[in-house]
């Protein structure tokens, strides 16, 4: 089913940050979230996801630098 993937960025001391959030769609059609649920009518509370999954965090992205909290505290 969807989920709102979390991407985040690693810096050089170690903290972790966000810095995008998209939904990214499953595609299937018995998932009422999904730009490709079925159009047709059909009992969808009873057929079709209705939530999306948990978020996911996905590290994308390496930064040669420190956090921005840690460079305020140099």
Request: net charge positive.
């Given at each position: 089913?969807?989920?709102t993937?979390?991407?985040c960025?690693?810096y050089?001391?170690?903290h972790?940050?966000?810095?995008?959030?998209?939904?990214?769609?499953?595609?299937?059609?018995d998932?009422?979230i999904?730009r490709s649920?079925?159009p047709?009518e059909?009992e969808?509370l009873?057929?079709?996801?209705?939530r999306?999954?948990?978020?996911?965090?996905?590290?994308?992205?390496?930064?040669?630098?420190v956090?921005?909290?840690?460079?305020?505290q140099?």
């Amino acid at each position: 089913m969807c989920f709102t993937a979390v991407l985040c960025r690693r810096y050089t001391c170690q903290h972790v940050q966000v810095y995008e959030r998209h939904k990214a769609d499953c595609n299937k059609r018995d998932c009422a979230i999904s730009r490709s649920h079925n159009p047709d009518e059909h009992e969808c509370l009873a057929t079709c996801a209705q939530r999306l999954k948990p978020e996911r965090q996905l590290l994308t992205d390496g930064a040669n630098s420190v956090c921005d909290t840690c460079l305020a505290q140099q």
